[in-house]
């Protein structure tokens, strides 16, 4: 239940402020004045879209603040704790938009993004506009009025589940069939490929080693030369090399030493040196050793390069990615020589998955029929209590032949109606007049708000429009009945309507000449009798007008709404 509103430098309002209760509370005022600015401040409060026209002129923001009470077992204590968001019985949605356009969304303090406020919201409003015929004609809208109507969550979840399902396994087969037509010419093709690179007995690393190989043997006189070269100062070069030398200077040190102890630590330095000169000149001469290839590798080492190579070009490859090539195609030999019992798996698969989705839509096709009827009794009774004695609504649901996995169901749901005697029930679509659409409109928005529950506050947005007399008086019996139920505002021009509420709110535009404000006023009881008085008469109040206030007030309250069907 909406219990606080607060809202500053929203559109003409500069600072307005409300208290509400349960029950049916009226909005009432001149035409211009602001009533739906109050509706559309609350539609911001629950995330709805803004812009910087929303702000006051010469404000630097515009802000909202809604506060609604929290019954035990509310789905909104739910969302708040999935969102890890404190509420001691009551949550406050605070939205600010600034000048330049932006916005941010507050819940109990905690900033969230748009969707989850929203998401909020819908848990905590519900609001019917003047304009909601609008969507009623779209047949999305009709079937989901009629899943709401009879509480169909449970039945939808299977239907959708299995209905993507069956979608995605539909397109896994088209794929598989489309490559069946191509399968034996795809199978020659690659095990003639496999084939080829299995000759080739690729080993791990093979190709880089052999690549290394020839690129040392085209290299190898240039190679030796040096290798003759460092060998020859190293180790081998007729007493003048490294290793003879160093030997040279070992004695010498020796024989010195014999003199100065200090020489001691050098002359070892010179001994551990020995021992890596004569290792580096075993290696070199080892090397040198290797560079005398046999003609008969080289020949094999350059053939087997070519044949590498070329698979590689052939395969637009590396030739180090050979070897994962040849996995590649052989996992898809694998595939493809196993696709027709794959695709024979899959069929089998979605056949059960078409049953199990034939038997839930099945289920839920039942359940709406039921509800259809339902709500088709009942929209039928209120439209006539609203000066349509004759009309007639009905909910007509076909099953086409060509139904599809549609995660709604298979179900087409058609709205028709007839507003006068004698005439048969026509799509809601086609019915001409405004004013009868709109009385339907409110006949099946009171008719699922009172049969099924919903959320505990809901606004209607001028939906009386077009109607008066009698029928006003029963538009008002509606709304105050649902208020009995919990919470409704009701933004509305009829007296006979605002006369019922339990309590009434005027809202009136005040002006200086230079700029507008909005006031609102929680009007004591001869406040509501001039203010109805106001209403039924138009610019002059009279005595009569006045008298006809408060016999209007006087009236008996309307007779209590009727149970939920069962």
């Not at 919990?486 to 200086?512: E, M, N």
């Amino acid at each position: 239940m909406l219990t606080h509103l607060q809202i500053r430098d929203f559109a003409i309002i500069d600072a307005a402020e409300l208290e509400l209760a349960a029950g049916l509370t009226a909005l009432t005022g001149e035409t211009g004045a602001g009533k739906s600015i109050l509706v559309d401040a609350v539609l911001l409060a629950i995330g709805g879209r803004a812009d910087a026209g929303v702000v006051r002129h010469g404000a630097e923001r515009a802000e909202i603040t809604a506060t609604f009470e929290l019954e035990k077992g509310a789905p909104a204590r739910d969302w708040l704790a999935a969102q890890d968001i404190e509420a001691d019985g009551e949550v406050m949605l605070r939205r600010v938009i600034g000048a330049d356009g932006r916005s941010r969304a507050y819940v109990n303090g905690q900033p969230q993004p748009l969707n989850q406020v929203r998401a909020l919201g819908e848990l905590l409003l519900d609001v019917h506009g003047q304009q909601e015929f609008l969507t009623l004609i779209r047949r999305d809208t009709q079937r989901a009025l009629v899943d709401a109507h009879g509480g169909h969550e449970a039945l939808l979840a299977p239907v959708a589940s299995n209905a993507r399902a069956c979608r995605a396994l539909d397109e896994e087969l088209a794929f598989l069939r489309a490559a069946a037509a191509e399968r034996d010419s795809r199978l020659e093709l690659l095990r003639y490929q496999v084939k080829e690179l299995e000759a080739l007995a690729l080993a791990e690393g093979e190709a880089e080693e052999l690549l290394a190989e020839a690129q040392r043997l085209a290299h190898r006189g240039k190679l030796a030369a040096a290798a003759q070269a460092a060998l020859g100062l190293v180790y081998d070069g007729e007493g003048q090399d490294a290793h003879a030398l160093a030997g040279r200077a070992l004695v010498a040190l020796r024989q010195a030493t014999e003199v100065d102890a200090a020489l001691a630590p050098i002359g070892a330095l010179l001994g551990e040196a020995l021992i890596p000169l004569q290792e580096a000149g075993r290696e070199l001469a080892a090397y040198l050793e290797s560079l005398e290839v046999d003609p008969k590798r080289q020949e094999h080492v350059e053939s087997r390069i070519a044949s590498i190579e070329q698979l590689a070009r052939k395969h637009h490859v590396v030739p180090a990615e050979l070897a994962a090539m040849l996995g590649r195609l052989a996992a898809e030999v694998a595939t493809l020589e196993r696709a027709e019992t794959t695709l024979g798996e899959l069929e089998q698969r979605r056949a059960v998955l078409a049953r199990d989705y034939g038997k839930a839509a099945a289920l839920l096709s039942t359940a709406r029929r039921k509800a259809a009827r339902a709500l088709g009794e009942a929209v039928t009774g209120l439209m006539r209590g609203l000066g349509m004695p004759g009309g007639v609504f009905e909910v007509d649901i076909a099953i086409p032949a060509d139904a599809g996995f549609e995660p709604a169901g298979v179900d087409v749901i058609e709205f028709r109606v007839s507003a006068n005697p004698g005439q048969p029930p026509k799509p809601i679509a086609k019915v001409a007049s405004g004013g009868e659409l709109s009385r339907i409109s409110l006949a099946v928005q009171v008719a699922a708000a009172r049969e099924v529950g919903g959320t505990p506050c809901m606004i209607f947005d001028e939906v009386d429009a077009g109607v008066g007399g009698a029928v006003a008086e029963m538009v008002g019996r509606e709304l105050a009945a649902l208020g009995r139920r919990g919470q409704v505002l009701c933004v509305t021009h009829l007296p006979q309507v605002a006369s019922q509420a339990d309590r009434q709110i005027r809202v009136a535009k005040l002006s200086d000449g230079r700029k507008s404000r909005t006031v609102l006023t929680v009007l004591g009881a001869e406040e509501r009798i001039e203010e109805l008085a106001r209403m039924l008469a138009g610019v002059e109040v009279t005595a009569s007008a006045r008298e006809h206030a408060r016999q209007l007030l006087a009236r008996p309250a309307a007779p209590a709404a009727r149970k939920k069907r069962s």
